[in-house]
């Protein structure tokens, strides 16, 4: 038979296996239907019935109900791709791979979960190492149609007679299709060495290193996957975190996990950590470097000491007639007292009130020692200690402290200088107080890190009188879940099971506290690329991340050396802008050529728009899915402008720090030199730019200094 004649006969005879499924499916999904419609109906009959009856029977209809809304949410989300791969062993057994384990009624199986054990030959079985696997299949479906095969062998010499073999790499294939706004899950292509990663121990922290899409992203995602339903057990409960660098990449990332069934993840960027608060701005590097590092935990714990703003300096009361006063002296070394103690102000009112009952008892001593009288100290404390005019000044005195207040007090510079003296620079001080002046619910990212410290710092306030709204300072709240409905975990939720931390590379030493305190009891899995980091302390940073991770054991790395994403032309030139910053041996390997060579064009100043303008329109027609026009920072709003007229809504425009981890059919890159200046780590900045594109780049410059 031809070449094409054998592709559809094989098509066909996949075609006929991947209708049993959906076949089987429906039926499922018409058993989970049934089962919620009859729990309805338990719930319906429960009002005509004794109390006792009423709530067993409300509770039979709550469980069946929740267990067939869950089976129906799973079938749904699998139904797309649900099949897509076959392996043939040397005993002639053949076994279908998919995102879900499916047997018929007779309990045989029709689909074997991808995760499970018998699946793994089909990520770790080489010709090397071929694990009995004769021939390995790619199925690739769109809905309930194959649309391909492809095929691997594995041992040659046991192919049989009628075994037919068609394709040249599902692989190859995959990576040349064209890309789209969400990220796509890797289930069927995933390569060993990444799976490797993927099915590594729960236990302890696993750490994976690897140059620009070497699928760092998509193999944390999977384990994420694969750790839930292996370690359902021990991990499901109290759920898995997955950090993001930005919103931008965490709904990018958003689709995989739920196509893989998979709901019991929170995924959340870095400026969303902190219940309430959803930040996207970013700071400029210098500031950014001063929040971020570990000196601003003293400078944050010194501030919730001092006064705060509107505090009386002088305290009145009168006790039997006469006047007991208190002056600023005296406030100021009661308000010392008590934070000697330790502990967090919102902890230490009742401290702070005996206190200073005991100061204006000794303040009367002294007064009756002058008139040669005496006094009984205990009748004192506890008659003051009732009154309405005391318990009103310790209110403004000793007031509940909310995080989002401190930081606003720091925009005071002299309150800043007495908070930071010994700790920053004067021209620290300057930039930092100049950023917080005035803030109200437009926090940066790195201002969350400083908001959560403060949290744990001041305490939380008292139950009766709190005021949630002061630390709900955004109006949008954070995305929640992978499955955007929201978990209903509490707020300040730390008991996380697993944390999955992406683009690890970037995270400040503040970050790394924050992202500790949801960790206490998890095991980790961390991602990142050193040669990324935008982050100019990497000392200060992997001491701040080694106390997050704490005594846990064991602790593994894995590193992937081969670039999935880039051209290996485009790559190239990515790599030369960064020689000389990384390491040898830290740059990946692209795997895929396409002839087509990256463009610099080089302009005047005054061209630049209109280049950027003609380079978007030329890859908008020359590519399927997305393009990307990444600048620096300062530069997004102007950039949007120029291609305000071009409404295509695959073109998207981004500034070069929320670029992390995403990625482009086709990109345009502006001003590369602007990405370089802008940053405490320029060239590494650039290089995150420039491994974006999938297919083709076209940088527009108005020099040639990045070169
Ligand atoms: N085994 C695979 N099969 C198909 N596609 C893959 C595979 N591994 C990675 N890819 C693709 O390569 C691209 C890069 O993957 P990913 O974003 O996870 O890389 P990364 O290492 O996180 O990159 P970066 O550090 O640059 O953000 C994605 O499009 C991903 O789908």
């Given at each position: 038979?031809?070449e ?5 006969a094989?098509?066909a005879i996949e075609?006929?296996h991947?209708d049993?499924v959906?076949?089987?499916l429906?039926?499922?999904r018409?058993?989970?239907?049934a089962m919620?419609a009859?729990g309805?109906?338990?719930g ?7 109390v006792?009856?009423q ?5 039979e209809?709550?469980?069946?109900v929740f267990h067939?809304?869950?089976?129906l949410q799973t079938?749904?989300?699998e139904?797309?791709g649900?099949?897509?791969g076959?392996l043939?062993?040397?005993s002639s ?16 199986n ?13 990520y770790?079985?080489t ?11 790619v199925?690739?479906c769109?809905?309930q149609?194959v649309l ?13 007679e009628d075994m037919?073999?068609v394709?040249?790499?599902?692989l190859?294939?995959?990576l ?8 796509r899950?890797i ?5 060993r ?27 944390a995602l999977h ?8 370690y359902r057990r021990?991990?499901?409960?109290a759920g898995?975190?997955?950090?993001g660098?930005s919103g ?15 709901t019991?993840v929170?995924?959340?960027a870095?400026?969303?950590v ?5 930040a996207?701005?970013q ?7 001063i ?6 935990r ?10 705060p703003?509107g505090?009386?300096?002088?305290m009145?009361?009168?006790y039997k ?5 208190l ?8 308000r ?7 502990g967090?102000p ?5 401290r ?8 204006l008892?000794d ?7 002058t ?9 004192l404390?506890i008659?003051l200690g009732?009154?309405?005019d005391f318990?009103?000044f310790?209110v ?10 401190i930081l606003r ?10 908070a930071?003296?010994?700790v920053?620079s ?5 930039l930092?107080?100049?950023s917080?002046?005035g803030?109200d ?10 908001l ?7 305490g939380p306030p008292p139950?009766?009188?709190r005021?949630?709204?002061q ?11 992978s499955?955007?409905h ?8 730390d008991?996380?099971?697993h ?9 400040s030493?503040m970050?790394?506290?924050?992202i ?13 690329d050193?040669?990324?980091?935008s ?7 992997a001491?701040?991340?080694d106390?997050?991770?704490?005594a846990?054991?064991p602790r593994?790395r ?9 051209s290996a032309e485009?790559f190239?030139?990515?790599a030369?802008?960064?020689a000389g910053?990384a ?5 990946p390997k692209?795997v895929r050529?396409t ?5 610099v064009?080089?302009v005047?100043r ?8 003609t380079?978007a329109k030329?890859?908008l027609?020359?590519v399927?899915?997305?393009v990307?026009v990444?600048c620096a920072?300062?530069?997004?709003p102007e950039?949007r ?14 500034g070069?720090?929320?670029?992390k981890?995403?990625e482009y059919?086709?990109?345009v890159?502006v001003?590369?030199?602007e ?8 060239r ?6 420039l491994?974006r594109?999938?297919q ?6 108005s020099?040639?200094?990045w070169?």
């Open positions: 038979m031809s094409p004649r054998v592709r559809r094989e098509i075609q006929s991947v049993r959906y076949t089987r429906a039926e499922l018409s058993q989970a239907e919620r009859k309805y109906e338990i319906h009959g429960a009002q005509r019935e004794a006792f009856e709530a067993s029977m409300l509770f209809r709550d469980m069946m067939a809304n869950q089976t079938l749904d989300a139904y797309e649900l099949v897509f076959r043939d062993h040397t057994e053949k076994i279908y791979v998919g995102r879900l384990g499916i047997r018929d009624a007779e309990f045989d029709l689909v074997t979960d991808w995760r499970a054990p018998a699946a793994a030959a089909f770790q079985a010709a090397e190492e071929p694990m009995e696997v004769v021939r390995r299949r199925i690739r769109s809905g149609t391909d095969v492809d095929d691997d062998v594995l041992i040659a010499d046991a192919v049989p037919q073999i394709g040249e790499g599902a190859m294939a995959a040349g299709r064209s890309r789209g706004e969400k990220m899950d289930v069927a292509t995933i390569q060495e990444q799976d490797e990663v993927i099915r590594a121990p729960w236990r302890g922290v696993t750490e994976i290193t690897g140059g620009p899409g070497t699928g760092k992203t998509a193999v384990r994420a996957a694969y750790l839930l339903y292996r021990q991990l499901g409960g898995v975190f997955v950090l660098p931008v990449f965490t709904s990018y990332i958003s689709r995989v996990l739920p196509s893989m069934g998979e019991n929170e995924l959340r870095l400026g969303e902190l219940d309430g608060i959803a996207t701005r700071d400029p590097a210098p500031l950014a470097a929040k971020g590092s570990l000196r601003m003293k400078v944050l714990g010194k501030a919730l000491r001092d006064t703003p505090a009386p300096d002088e009145r009361i009168v007639g006469e006047v007991l006063k002056g600023r002296k005296e406030l100021d070394k009661v010392r007292k008590v934070h000697g103690h330790g967090p919102n902890r230490s009112r009742v702070a009130a005996e206190t200073l009952l005991e100061a008892a303040r009367a001593e002294e007064n009756a020692r008139d040669g009288r005496t006094i009984d100290r205990a009748e404390i008659e009732e009154r309405i318990h009103r310790l403004v005195w000793w007031p509940v402290l909310y995080p989002a207040e007090w720091l925009g005071d510079p002299a309150r800043l200088t007495r930071a003296r010994g920053l004067r021209d620290e001080v300057d930092l107080a100049a917080l002046a803030r619910r437009d926090w940066s990212v790195a201002d969350v890190a400083l959560d410290e403060l949290r744990v710092l001041v139950k009766r009188r005021r949630p709204q630390i709900e300072l955004d109006a949008a709240p954070p995305a929640r879940g499955d955007g929201g978990t209903h975990r509490p707020e300040h939720y008991e996380y099971s944390i999955v931390v992406d683009e690890s590379q970037d995270l030493p970050q790394w506290r924050m500790g305190r949801r960790g206490k009891y998890a095991s980790w899995t961390v991602v990142g050193p040669v990324q980091s982050w100019p302390d990497p000392a200060e940073a001491q701040a991340r106390q997050a991770f704490g846990r054991t593994r894995y590193t992937l050396r081969t670039n999935y994403r880039n485009i190239d030139l990515a030369r802008v960064v910053h390491e040898d041996g830290e740059l692209a050529t002839g087509l060579e990256p463009e064009r080089v005047e005054t061209g630049v728009e209109s280049s950027v303008q380079a030329e890859l027609d020359a399927e899915g997305t990307g990444i920072m300062d530069r997004v950039v402008g120029w291609l305000a007229a071009q409404a295509d809504e695959r073109l998207k425009i981004v070069s720090l929320d670029s981890g995403l059919d086709a990109v890159l001003e590369p030199t990405l370089i200046t802008e940053s405490t780590t320029g590494r900045v650039l290089y995150v730019a491994t594109a999938t083709q780049l076209t940088v527009v410059a020099d040639r200094d070169l």
